[in-house]
């Protein structure tokens, strides 16, 4: 469901601009997700809801940030993950993906709060090669010198887009790093 901040109560479309809803779309969803959980558990399957950051006015201390919906969507999620953009991709002046931060806030099915950070490309997903040229570098097997990336003595390119390219296109230098980091 994307997002659950664009949910509108049927009050509020039939009802006047201006008019007042005070916690109508928390208490819908608190019922709504009261119906859903057990059919939900008995289809095996899962649902996703996608909500928006709203800041908190006047808030001293602690986060000022928080979701829309009320608490119950906090309450009956089994795995809730705080997902940012950190930074944009660029392929000269061209912004090509985002590195992103994803968070585990909550979990009940396995330990909560790691954390990880990739690479998405527009139109791609996930670069599998963004995340071999991180972890090679986090274990030691690609060398960073500067902005340039080394493998064994070969240069993979200056720059991440330039490695990440450099990987696309020799799969065997790839799939090489990829068993080098699962042993």
């Given at each position: 469901?994307?997002?659950?901040?664009?949910?509108?109560?049927?009050?509020?479309?039939?009802?006047?601009?201006?008019?007042?809803?005070?916690?109508?779309?928390?208490?819908?969803?608190?019922?709504?997700?009261?119906?859903?959980?057990?059919?939900?558990?008995?289809?095996?399957?899962?649902?996703?809801?996608?909500?928006?950051?709203?800041?908190?006015?006047?808030?001293?201390?602690?986060?000022?940030?928080?979701?829309?919906?009320?608490?119950?969507?906090?309450?009956?999620?089994?795995?809730?993950?705080?997902?940012?953009?950190?930074?944009?991709?660029?392929?000269?002046?061209?912004?090509?993906?985002?590195?992103?931060?994803?968070?585990?806030?909550?979990?009940?099915?396995?330990?909560?709060?790691?954390?990880?950070?990739?690479?998405?490309?527009?139109?791609?997903?996930?670069?599998?090669?963004?995340?071999?040229?991180?972890?090679?570098?986090?274990?030691?097997?690609?060398?960073?010198?500067?902005?340039?990336?080394?493998?064994?003595?070969?240069?993979?390119?200056?720059?991440?887009?330039?490695?990440?390219?450099?990987?696309?296109?020799?799969?065997?230098?790839?799939?090489?790093?990829?068993?080098k980091i699962k042993e």
């Amino acid at each position: 469901i994307d997002s659950v901040a664009a949910l509108v109560p049927r009050a509020e479309i039939e009802g006047e601009m201006g008019d007042s809803h005070v916690g109508l779309q928390a208490r819908l969803m608190s019922q709504a997700l009261r119906k859903m959980t057990g059919a939900l558990n008995n289809s095996g399957t899962t649902a996703i809801f996608i909500n928006q950051l709203r800041e908190k006015i006047g808030v001293m201390f602690g986060s000022p940030e928080t979701t829309t919906g009320g608490k119950a969507l906090k309450f009956y999620a089994s795995v809730r993950l705080d997902v940012r953009r950190i930074e944009t991709l660029k392929d000269g002046t061209d912004a090509v993906g985002n590195r992103t931060r994803v968070k585990v806030v909550k979990n009940k099915v396995s330990p909560p709060f790691k954390q990880a950070e990739f690479d998405i490309l527009y139109g791609q997903g996930i670069s599998r090669e963004g995340s071999l040229i991180d972890m090679g570098v986090e274990h030691g097997f690609i060398r960073k010198s500067g902005s340039w990336f080394t493998y064994e003595g070969e240069q993979l390119g200056q720059g991440k887009e330039n490695a990440r390219k450099f990987l696309l296109e020799n799969v065997d230098v790839a799939n090489e790093i990829e068993k080098k980091i699962k042993e």
